[in-house]
């Protein structure tokens, strides 16, 4: 339905910032929901943030104030400005759309970026 490639993960220090992009394939007016997740080493994956086409954005309790996710609609893309970056951070970051065809749902994911926050 989608692709999507996510760029911008990194090594940083505590407290220190990244921002992560995510590239998709066709025209995010026409994708319902962009979201970020997370998956560190043993834990399950984890919704950070999401966007729907109307602007609405939502984040996990763990990330408000430190993160917020934007989009870009000229480029497609989406981002996710991480501030105060802390070592509970750290994990596989995965980008999602979610379109909407027939009445049905359809996801789709990128493959990831590593993002690790440490001294």
């Known amino acids: 339905q989608v692709q999507l490639v996510e760029s911008g993960g990194g090594l940083v220090q505590p407290g220190g910032s990244l921002r992560l992009s995510c590239a998709a394939s066709?025209?995010?007016?026409?994708?319902?929901?962009m979201g970020w997740y997370r998956q560190a080493p043993g834990k399950q994956r984890e919704l950070v943030a999401s966007?729907?086409?109307?602007?609405?954005?939502s984040y996990a309790d763990s990330v408000k104030g430190r993160f917020t996710i934007s989009t870009d609609n000229a480029k497609n893309t989406v981002y996710l400005q991480m501030n105060s970056l802390k070592p509970e951070d750290t994990a596989v970051y995965y980008c999602?759309?979610?379109?909407?065809?027939?009445?049905?749902?359809?996801?789709?994911w990128g493959q990831g970026t590593q993002v690790t926050v440490s001294s």
């Open positions: 966007i729907t086409s109307g602007s609405r954005s």
């Open positions: 066709r025209s995010i007016f026409s994708i319902y929901a």
């Open positions: 999602n759309a979610v379109v909407i065809s027939g009445g049905s749902e359809f996801g789709s």
